[in-house]
């Protein structure tokens, strides 16, 4: 007997894929949507037996938002969670919300297929490596540090550090330069440099990564003590308006 669930992705071409062949092997979905952010008033109001909720950062802070207020909105909806390889406090996360089940993007539609069968019974529908990890990191979150600002942060000289979070304030290359004391083609350069160390593709990217991850606030303390460059511009904030063009 197919399953009544919907299949929610910020990607919808990926949605869509999965919603067909599920539908192709006996299930009746009723919907494929995104964005993941307006998932929970979807899933309340059609209330399916599971819910596949995508996301491609596990990790981020509040990502599973949606799964919690499912949870506690619709208790007998079992969601399970669709994305990358996740890290230990990525899973965890994800079950500390009420997900009751975590399928990789990669996976074959039958390994998916199952995961709906297990939540559906009531299972942990989640690979053994996977859970493993998680627990490990729920017994011993030290073992495994994940401060990705952090991390990030030490990829970049001191100089770097000024111009990302001069870039946050949404300073252009002109007035980086003159901020800074150097020529535009330099400060161009910088920019290029902080993009391709944090492995985005512009400077919105790169403000958004830096907010996300906590990086706008130590990289803040590091220019005020550091002062590598020119007269210190103040702190971003996440909220701060950049450009969203490249450098």
């Given at each position: 007997?197919?399953?009544?669930?919907?299949?929610?992705d910020d990607h919808r071409l990926l949605a869509e894929a999965l919603a067909s062949?599920?539908?192709?092997?006996?299930?009746?979905?009723?919907?494929?949507?995104?964005?993941?952010?307006?998932?929970?008033?979807?899933?309340?109001?059609?209330?399916?037996?599971?819910?596949?909720?995508?996301?491609?950062?596990?990790?981020?802070?509040?990502?599973?938002?949606?799964?919690?207020?499912?949870?506690?909105?619709?208790?007998?909806?079992?969601?399970?969670?669709?994305?990358?390889?996740?890290?230990?406090?990525?899973?965890?996360?994800?079950?500390?919300?009420?997900?009751?089940?975590?399928?990789?993007?990669?996976?074959?539609?039958?390994?998916?297929?199952?995961?709906?069968?297990?939540?559906?019974?009531?299972?942990?529908?989640?690979?053994?490596?996977?859970?493993?990890?998680?627990?490990?990191?729920?017994?011993?979150?030290?073992?495994?540090?994940?401060?990705?600002?952090?991390?990030?942060?030490?990829?970049?000289?001191?100089?770097?550090?000024?111009?990302?979070?001069?870039?946050?304030?949404?300073?252009?290359?002109?007035?980086?330069?003159?901020?800074?004391?150097?020529?535009?083609?330099?400060?161009?350069?910088?920019?290029?440099?902080?993009?391709?160390?944090?492995?985005?593709?512009?400077?919105?990217?790169?403000?958004?990564?830096?907010?996300?991850?906590?990086?706008?606030?130590?990289?803040?303390?590091?220019?005020?003590?550091?002062?590598?460059?020119?007269?210190?511009?103040?702190?971003?904030?996440?909220?701060?308006?950049?450009?969203?063009?490249?450098?």
């Open positions: 007997m197919g399953v009544r669930l919907m299949v929610v062949a599920l539908k192709l092997r006996g299930h009746r979905v009723l919907a494929a949507a995104a964005p993941a952010a307006g998932a929970a008033e979807l899933v309340i109001a059609r209330t399916p037996e599971v819910c596949l909720l995508g996301t491609s950062t596990p990790a981020e802070p509040g990502i599973f938002d949606p799964v919690a207020r499912i949870r506690r909105e619709r208790p007998q909806v079992a969601v399970v969670v669709l994305g990358p390889v996740p890290s230990p406090r990525g899973i965890a996360a994800a079950f500390a919300a009420g997900a009751c089940g975590y399928v990789r993007h990669d996976e074959r539609i039958e390994g998916v297929e199952r995961a709906i069968m297990k939540a559906r019974a009531g299972e942990a529908a989640v690979a053994p490596a996977l859970l493993q990890g998680a627990f490990a990191e729920l017994l011993n979150p030290a073992a495994q540090p994940d401060d990705e600002g952090q991390r990030l942060l030490e990829m970049l000289t001191p100089r770097e550090v000024e111009v990302l979070v001069r870039v946050a304030d949404g300073e252009d290359t002109r007035v980086i330069a003159a901020g800074m004391g150097i020529a535009p083609s330099t400060a161009r350069t910088h920019v290029q440099r902080v993009l391709m160390k944090l492995g985005v593709g512009s400077r919105l990217e790169a403000a958004a990564l830096a907010a996300r991850t906590g990086l706008l606030e130590r990289a803040g303390t590091v220019r005020d003590g550091a002062a590598p460059g020119g007269s210190a511009s103040g702190t971003a904030t996440a909220g701060a308006t950049v450009p969203g063009r490249g450098a």
